[in-house]
C-alpha cells in the first residue's frame, strides 16, 4: 500500500512512522495516552495512495473520538491539526504573503513590512489552540489560493496586525503578541478582511431609512446590499414608514404598510450573502406605537401565510417606557401612523409622552387596544421564536454619550451597539473581545485587574486605528465613524473565570468580580481615548456631548447608590480628564462573540455555561465536546470515566442529579438553565454601569410560559438595561446535535 506525500512523491505505507509522528506530538501530556493505539485504529481505516494529509486529518478524528477516556486527547488532537496545517503552508511568513501578493489577496504594504517583522513569528503558538478553535480557523479565517492553504493561524495574526497598523513596525508586533498569546482577538471581519485590498473591517452597521417613499425605501435597500455585500451585520429601524391602509398623495392610493417592504429587505438579505461566505443579516426594529406592529410581531412565526412571513430577518423592538407603563397598569395603547402622527420617533421620555398623548387626544389612532393584547403577542412570539429582541428606548438614549446628537432609533444585529443614525449618517461600530481566562493569576487563583488594565488599552488603540484603516462600503457610514469614532470593547470567557476561581456563577463574590472587570474596562478604555485625543485631538462631535461636561456612564443610571466602585481607580481625576477631550465617543460594547471564542477556546462572552456536554457533528463524524474545567476536577476526583460520559449526555449537560458527584462540584457546574434569571439580569445591570453602549445578553427559560417570560422582561426594564433580551433561548425537547464548526451570527462575533 503506498501514501501519496505532501511533495507527491509516492513511498510505502509505512505503521512505524504513523505512530512515531503522533508519539512526537505527546510530548508532555499524560502517559496515560497511547499513540500506538492511536496509530492502530488509524492504520485501519487506510487506503491505496491515500495522502498524509488525510492520514493527518485521520489521526486528529481519531483523537478525538478517544476524548472520553482521557481529555489530552483533545490536545493531541489539536497539535495534529496545527502540525499539518504548517507542514501544507510555506515555512516563511513572507514567502506566504508574496504568494497572497501575487494572487491580489493582501496589498503591497502587507508584503514590505512581512519581510521586517518575518522572523518575529512565534511557531509555536499554533500548538495553544483547541482542536475546534483550529479547525474554525482552517474552515472559514485562514487564506487560501485555489483551495489550498497559505496562512497559519501566526500568518493570520500577523497579517492582521500588519493590516491595521501598516508600517509601524513596534504596533504590529505589540499586537501581534497580544493576539498571538490569546489575550484578545478582532472581530470577524477584521480578520477575514485586514491587509486586503479592500479592508472592511467593521462589524456592525446601524442604518436608518432615507425617507418614506419609494426613492427613500429602494436607496435604504440599495444601501443595506452594499454593507451586506462586504460581510456587515445590519441594523436597521422602520418608525416611520407609513401603515397599511395608508393613503398615499402622488397617487391617490393606499399603502401596504411595511410588510411588504420588509420581504424586499428579506430577499435582499438571502441574495446578497455577505461575500459567498453566508447569508446575509438584517435586524429590523419598529416601535411598538406603529400600526402595523401585530403583523410585524408574527413575521416569523412558523404558521400562517407565507406572503406575511419574512423568516430571514430578526425581528426587534425599540420600547418607550410609556408602553411598559401601561401594559403593568393594564392600560390602553394607541397604535398609529406615522404618516398621520409624526414624530414620535424622534422624541423620547417626557417629549415622546406628551406628543404620544396630544396625538391620542387629537384622535389621530388608527387604533386603539388593550397594551395587554400587544404584549401577548410579544410573548408568544419570543416562545415560538426566540424574538423579537427587546430594547428599551429610553434607556437607551438617556444613558448615551452621544445624547447631543439626537434621539438614537435602533440598535445593531446583536443588541450590543447603541449609536445614532440619520439619512446621510450611516453607524458603523468596530469590535475586538478580550479573552478574561488570561488574567486568571493560576497558582493564586487571582484575577489580575492591572494586566487587563493594559490589554484594553492596547485593543482601544487598535480599534482606533482600525477606524482609520477602514474600506467603508457606503459614503454615509464613513461620515458617522469619523465624526464620533465610537468603538466597541467586548469580553469572552467570564463563566471559565468563575470556574478557574472556584466561584459559583451567581455567587456574591463572583458578582464582584463581574462589576469589578468592567469597571476596569470602562476606565482603561477611557485613559486610553484620552491619551489618543491629547495626540490627536477629540473626536468631532464632542463638544456638547455628556462626557465633555464629564458626566460618564455610572452618572447616567438612576441607582447611582447601587454602584459598587472597587476603590482601584480614582474616578473624580477621570471626570476632570475626559472634559479636556477623548477620542471615541462610545466604548464598550461586550457582543457574542460566537466564533472567536470557539478560536480562543473559551465560554461565550459573559454567559454561563448552557451545557457541560454536548455532541457535535461535522463532515468527519460525532465528537464529543466537554467543559474543560468539570473533566480536570473529575479527573482529580477519579471521577472521569465513559461512564460518568454516558450520564453527563443522558442528563443533557447537567450534572445535578450524578450521585457520585460532591455537591460543591455541582454548585460550581451548574447550567445557565439552573440559575435564576434574577441573577443573570441583576449581573448585566451591574456591569451595564460601566458599558456606554450595551450588551448582547440572552434570557433563557427550559420551559417558558407566558408568565414567566412577562416576569423577566418587567424585571430587566426596572433594573434599567437598555438591552432587556437579546435572544430567548429554550430548551427543546429533544435536544438536536450541534450540526457544524459555525456558530449562527457571527457578524458580531469579537
Known sequence: MKVIKRSGREVEMRFDNITSRIDVLTEGLSDELEPSKVAQQVFSSLYDRITTQEIDDLSSETCIGMITSHPDYEILASRIVASNIQKICPNNFHLAMRKLSKAKIITDEVLQVAAKVKDEIKHDRDYDFSYFGLKTLEKSYLQRIDGKMIETPQYMFMRVSIGIHGDNVEKVLETYNYMSRGMFIHATPTLFNSGTPRP???????????????????????????????????????????????????????????????????????????????????????????????????????????????????????????????????????????????????????????????????????????????????????????????????????????????????????????????PDETAVCNLASVALPKFVVGDEEKFDYSALHTTIKIMTKNLNNVIDRNFYPVKSAERSNMRHRPIGLGVQGLADVFCSLRLPFDSEEAKKINSYIFETIYHASLEASCELSDEMGPYSSFEGSPISEGILQFDMWETKAEIPHSGMYDWEAMRERVKKGVRNSLLVAPMPTASTAQILGNNECFEPYTTNIYLRRTLAGEFVVVNQHLVTDLKKLGLWSKKMKDLMVKSGGSIQSITDIPDDIKKLYRTVWEIKMKDIIDMAAQRGRYIDQSQSMNLFMESPTLSKISSMHMYAHKKGLKTGMYYLRSQAKARPIQVSLEPDCVACSA
Open 200 to 422: 472592511q473591517l467593521s462589524s456592525c452597521f446601524l442604518v436608518a431609512n432615507k425617507e418614506d417613499s419609494i426613492d427613500g425605501i429602494y436607496d435604504t435597500v440599495k444601501e443595506c446590499a452594499q454593507i451586506s455585500k462586504w460581510a456587515g451585520g445590519i441594523g436597521l429601524h422602520v418608525h416611520d414608514i407609513r401603515a397599511n391602509k395608508s393613503h398615499i398623495r402622488g397617487t391617490n392610493g393606499t399603502s401596504d404598510g411595511i410588510i411588504p417592504m420588509l420581504r424586499v429587505y428579506n430577499a435582499t438579505a438571502r441574495y446578497v450573502n455577505q461575500a459567498g461566505r453566508r447569508k446575509g443579516s438584517i435586524a429590523v426594529y419598529l416601535e411598538p406605537w406603529h400600526a402595523d406592529v401585530f403583523s410585524f410581531l408574527e413575521l416569523r412565526l412558523n404558521t400562517g401565510e407565507e406572503e406575511a412571513r419574512c423568516r430571514d430577518l430578526f425581528l426587534a423592538l425599540w420600547i418607550p417606557d410609556l408602553f411598559m407603563k401601561r401594559v403593568e397598569e393594564g392600560k390602553n395603547w394607541s397604535l398609529f401612523c406615522p404618516d398621520k402622527a409624526r414624530g414620535l420617533s424622534d422624541v423620547y421620555g417626557e417629549e415622546f409622552e406628551k406628543l404620544y398623548e396630544k396625538y391620542e387626544n387629537d384622535g389621530l389612532a388608527t387604533k386603539t387596544v388593550p397594551a395587554e393584547d400587544i404584549w401577548r403577542a410579544i410573548l408568544k412570539s419570543q416562545a415560538e421564536t426566540g424574538t423579537p429582541y427587546m430594547l428599551y428606548k429610553d434607556a437607551c438614549n438617556k444613558k448615551s454619550n452621544q445624547s447631543n446628537l439626537g434621539t438614537i432609533k435602533s440598535s445593531n444585529l446583536c443588541t450590543e451597539i447603541i449609536e445614532h443614525t440619520s
